[in-house]
């Protein structure tokens, strides 16, 4: 044999005294020393599983006697629900706010004395139209689409409380302006109502702007005017807002297109008497 093939480690030699077949003892430092006896192999991984056992068992141990402990316990007496009575402060109180700051004292009143009044050059014509400034609900109801719905819907035919209305006229332009007031019970009705109109007028050919100073509150200006035989065409203009439980409802119509600052300008001077 050459003497170039590779040699097996001594390490993996068996000892002259071992049978074959017979595995050598294994000792940290090599075989085992002449004249001692070889002991058995490890086995491995039994130790770990002992200390796991044990580590459970002490955590179980730990919370029975945690538990033990807290029931020869007194139990722990818990705060009382009551406090101990607050002293009103002395002096008299603030001044009530005037009418005129009291929103809820101003809409609680005569309804109409908030509805703008008409411009100068423009002719009121609310007597002519109705006798006494309050819309009933049947002439509310004929101004939707389907009026006979109008009267079960619950904004309208139970939340309404009252409207008030104002009409007037210059050479061809008609002006209505009209503030409906709800119980608000449940819902914010006017809002409900002012975000149905506002809706349904955008899906008409319009030209839209928001309303300055209210959240939801649009000015509508027509693109095309209604025509129909043997009539000037009309053109109109809407505004739909609300503040608190009252909802705006403005329409313009002439047989001349209505500018934007007509509308705007009207809208505007109406949500600040609100």
Known sequence: MSDDLPKAPEEALPSAGAAPGEPEAIHAGGPAPAGEPASA??????????????AALGLVGGACGGFLVQADREPTALPS???PELKQAGGEGPDPLPAAQDRKVRTDGDL???LVKAPKGAKDVTSRVTGDGWMEMPEFADTFEEPADAF???????????????YWERGHQFTEVRLAQFRHEENLEAAVLTDRQNNFTAAEPVDSWPLPGTGDGMVHVLSRPERKAGYLPVYEARAFAHRGDISLQIWITDTRPV??????DLAERQMERL
């Open 259 to 264: 500018p934007k600052k007509t509308i705007m």
């Open 112 to 114: 109409r004395d908030l």
């Open 152 to 166: 079960s819907d619950r904004v309208i035919g139970s939340q309404i409380r009252r409207i008030a209305v104002a």
């Open 81 to 83: 629900l009551t406090q």
């Open 41 to 54: 192999p490890r086995r491995r991984g039994r130790t770990a599983t002992l200390i796991a056992a044990a």
